[in-house]
């Protein structure tokens, strides 16, 4: 069973909205951004914005940046540069030579494999 905690008087877009209750019922978890630093360390999937945890979680089937852009419906260029920013977020202090695409799926699937149980 999945729990949610919005702000009550944020100004919250309704996609957004809607997103969050489908993603409740279907039994995740979604943390308003203002509540986030509360379990930040706990779930490092906590620090990625709904979209964003959207993204890894097709790169993680293995499928390149363009093919995510056609099924989430924004430019390959955009997908870039947000898995750009999901790699310093779930790996923000990379050793050289550290395949981040990988690490960062490596991290996704760890993560929302633990929200399961």
Known sequence: MGWSILQKKADIDFNYLIEVLRDTARG????DP???SVSQDSDPLAKLT???????????????????????????????????KIYSILIPNA??????????????????RRDED
């Open 50 to 84: 709904p979209r964003q945890r959207e993204i890894i979680a097709l790169a993680a089937t293995g499928i390149d940046a363009s093919v995510i852009a056609g099924q989430v419906g924004l430019a390959a260029v955009t997908v870039r540069q947000e898995l750009s």
């Open 95 to 112: 050793k050289p030579g550290t395949d981040l695409r990988t690490s960062a799926v490596m991290l996704y699937l760890r993560e929302s």
């Open 28 to 31: 995740k978890s979604i943390i």
């Open 34 to 36: 203002v509540y986030q």
